[in-house]
Nanobody
Framework: QVQLEESGGGLVQAGDSLRLSCAAS????????MGWFRQAPGKEREFVAG????????YYGDSVKGRFTISRDNAKNTVSLQMNSLKPEDTAVYYC????????????????????WGQGTEVTVSS
């Protein structure tokens, strides 16, 4: 059974950095399409960052491009999200997600293409 567990959330100030981690069990994360999504109160869950099926390319949501970096450590079976220059609008619950099969680059951003989800870790950015 695939399980994803996020960690690293917390309360920070605008301009600070934070690093989220997603530990995968019951699967080899390098064999799944991995991504990060977030959901702010009262809003839809939105795409933040993700890997192509090969893991060679990365994709980012427009609002985080240039500030966030997704990475993976295959030896530790983890996927991380480095978040720099945080803004109050980055406040949300961040979710790690895994997909069993390849999809087109456009569908990497679509939450319904992911098969497994973590419980989420909360990030609050104060102004």
């Amino acid at each position: 059974q695939v399980q994803l567990e996020e960690s690293g959330g917390g309360l920070v100030q605008a301009g600070d950095s934070l690093r989220l981690s997603c530990a995968a069990s019951g699967c080899t994360s390098s064999s799944y399409g991995m991504g990060w999504f977030r959901q702010a109160p009262g809003k839809e869950r939105e795409f933040v960052a993700g890997f192509s099926w090969s893991g060679m390319r990365t994709y980012y949501g427009d609002s985080v491009k240039g500030r966030f970096t997704i990475s993976r450590d295959n030896a530790k079976n983890t996927v991380s999200l480095q978040m720099n220059s945080l803004k109050p609008e980055d406040t949300a619950v961040y979710y790690c997600a895994a997909r069993r099969g390849p999809v087109t680059p456009q569908l990497i951003r679509v939450k319904s293409t992911y098969d497994y989800w973590g419980q989420g870790t909360e990030v609050t950015v104060s102004s």
